[in-house]
């Protein structure tokens, strides 16, 4: 079993519609979660983070964290077509984080 | 303000060869990491230094070496490289929580 699971994607979504990203991870002594996001060709940038059970908000993006289920996701509301990218979700036991394989967003216009 | 500086951007080796990849950062982070990321998946670890004078091994660190030069150096070290080794190679620097990463390296190997 991999240690961060996510959605296989590709998910592809209309314009102003909510795009949800799933991810799962193995060790329940996890404590804190990354979501990054990544253009074609460009490095990683971070886009949110969440080190405790239930929600986080900052604009139209909000993570959700349930670590009895071991699961954390990325909502993405009113999507836009800047928001295609691969969004890659980590997790970071002990200071080094260990990344899922990403899920590849398509926002058509 | 330039962050995490690699170079060199591209790179294309013969089969055996060796070359270093270099890194620096500016923002007096303790942590360092190298990563590599194959088409379609995500970024596997390939070592890390956790402060000036220290590495560990990440995932998959066979056929690399590392070196933490100062607090602001991380080298990656391919010694004989192996078509396997094609990949986009990052390098990222920390400070406890947000890891900021460079532009990365795209190497192939022939």
């Known amino acids: 079993q991999k240690e961060v699971e996510q959605n296989s994607g590709p998910l592809s979504v209309p314009e102003g519609a909510i795009a949800s990203l799933n991810c799962t991870y193995s060790?329940?002594?996890?404590?804190?979660f990354f979501w990054y996001r990544q253009y074609s060709g460009k490095s990683p940038e971070l886009i949110m983070f969440i080190y405790s059970n239930g929600d986080k908000e900052d604009g139209r993006f909000t993570a959700q964290l349930n670590k009895a289920s071991q699961y954390v996701s990325l909502l993405i509301r009113d999507s836009q077509p800047s928001d295609s990218a691969t969004y890659l979700c980590a997790v970071n036991p002990g200071g080094k984080s260990t990344f899922g394989d990403g899920t590849t967003l398509t926002v058509k216009p | 303000n330039a962050g995490v500086t690699q170079t060199p951007k591209f790179q294309v080796l013969k089969t055996g060869q060796s070359m270093t990849l270099q890194c620096a950062q500016d923002?007096?982070?303790?942590?360092m990491y190298w990563y590599r990321q194959d088409p379609g998946m995500g970024l596997r670890l390939i070592y890390y230094s956790a402060s000036e004078g220290t590495t560990d091994k990440g995932e998959v660190p066979n056929g690399y070496n590392v070196s933490r030069l100062n607090k602001r150096e991380f080298s990656l070290r391919l010694e004989s490289a192996a078509p396997s080794q094609t990949s986009v190679y990052f390098c990222?620097?920390?400070?406890?929580?947000?890891?900021?990463f460079g532009q990365g390296t795209r190497l192939t190997v022939v």
């Open positions: 060790d329940r002594g996890s404590q804190s």
């Open positions: 923002m007096n982070h303790n942590s």
């Open positions: 990222a620097s920390s400070e406890r929580r947000e890891a900021f």
